[in-house]
């Protein structure tokens, strides 16, 4: 059975009923993967024509995909079919692990956002933008987004406190500097894509900043010149942080060009007043040719998904992390 692998213009001969990712492997099809098991979206592709068998449906986020989106790690293939694969030279593989962490330090970064860095035993490999699992204790687990870059000594995270938050009330009330925690990771498909050249559209949600710094740090770190526009949106003041870190980067990388946003009180001398979308729809004409990072709240990454295509955006190009807040 022929399997067509686009862009690469491939043909590779796969047995019916084997998983698609094996098979791509097989052949040496240079492609992204970590978990293994569903949960780190990192090796999504596209089913451009034919069937599969797509047994990662349940395990996929909302926004995660296009039309014909699957995870080649849970799809098996049981007719000659076309993939569409990302680019070749764009390909990651970080074996997910999990390492056992001691909590460095606590530190408040808002009124409502604590920074927690922890100490990993070995250190984790990840690719900026990505997120892990952290469980402070079996009854305390949660992702959050790594906002330092894999060559740092500590892992940082930016919680977000929620109101009567199970988890985020423990890391305030009990969680210690010192305590033992487990990190399971990498996960996530919006990673940096160092290869490309082109313009990028860095958007970040209250702590939807922590990738969004992890991302921007890491385009620095590895010499891209790239065109950055990186736009912070905020309910209010009182939820902005992180703008010494984002001053710093400014300087670090002289293509940057940062938009503070805040939805209501905007300081009007250093800040623009309204949502990320409006300050986006009014400063780009076109969105041809970019790269982008959402990272935020679902209405958030939605909403500013929908502009990028609607100038011009490649879906392919969109390399988006809704933040599903949990309560519980």
């Keep these: 059975m022929d399997i067509l692998v686009q862009p690469l213009n491939r043909v590779i001969r796969a047995a019916p009923g084997v998983n698609l990712l094996d098979a791509l492997r097989a052949a040496q099809v240079p492609m992204s993967y970590s978990c293994l098991s569903g949960r780190c979206g990192i090796c999504r592709c596209r089913v451009l024509d034919g069937e599969v068998f797509d047994g990662g449906r349940e395990q996929q986020r909302p926004l995660d995909g296009m039309d014909g989106a699957v995870l080649a790690c849970q799809t098996y293939v049981t007719e000659a079919?076309?993939?569409e694969v990302p680019a070749p030279e764009e390909a990651v593989v970080h074996r997910a692990r999990v390492a056992k962490a001691t909590v460095a330090a606590i530190e408040p970064l808002a009124v409502d956002i604590r920074r927690l860095l922890l100490k990993v035993t070995k250190p984790i490999a990840f690719s900026p933008g990505q997120y892990a699992q952290i469980a402070f204790t079996p009854a305390h687990v949660r992702p959050y987004s790594m906002a330092s870059l894999p060559s740092e000594e500590l892992l940082e995270f930016h919680v977000q406190l929620m109101p009567r938050g199970r988890v985020s009330g423990y890391i305030v009330d009990q969680l210690k500097a010192g305590d033992a925690v487990k990190v399971s990771g990498p996960l996530g498909a919006a990673y940096l894509r160092q290869q490309h050249t082109g313009p990028i559209l860095c958007v970040a949600?209250?702590?939807g900043l922590a990738p969004v710094l992890s991302v921007v740090r890491g385009a620095v770190?590895?010499?891209m010149r790239n065109p950055i526009h990186l736009y912070f949106g905020v309910r209010s003041p009182r939820e902005l942080y992180g703008l010494t870190w984002l001053d710093q980067l400014r300087h670090a990388h002289p293509a940057l060009q940062l938009h503070v946003v805040v939805a209501s009180g905007a300081d009007p001398a250093a800040q623009r007043?309204?949502?990320v979308t409006q300050a986006i729809e009014q400063d780009h004409a076109s969105l041809r040719g970019w790269h982008a990072y959402l990272c935020g709240s679902p209405p958030m990454?939605?909403?500013?998904t929908l502009v990028?295509?609607?100038?011009?955006?490649?879906?392919a190009h969109i390399h988006a992390e809704?933040?599903?807040m949990q309560g519980d």
Aim: glycine letters at 22%; a neutral charge.
């Design 81 to 83: 079919c076309t993939i």
């Design 221 to 223: 770190a590895a010499g």
């Design 205 to 207: 949600g209250g702590t």
């Design 273 to 275: 007043r309204g949502l």
């Design 301 to 304: 990454v939605e909403t500013t």
């Design 308 to 315: 990028a295509l609607g100038k011009g955006m490649e879906p």
């Design 322 to 324: 809704a933040f599903y």
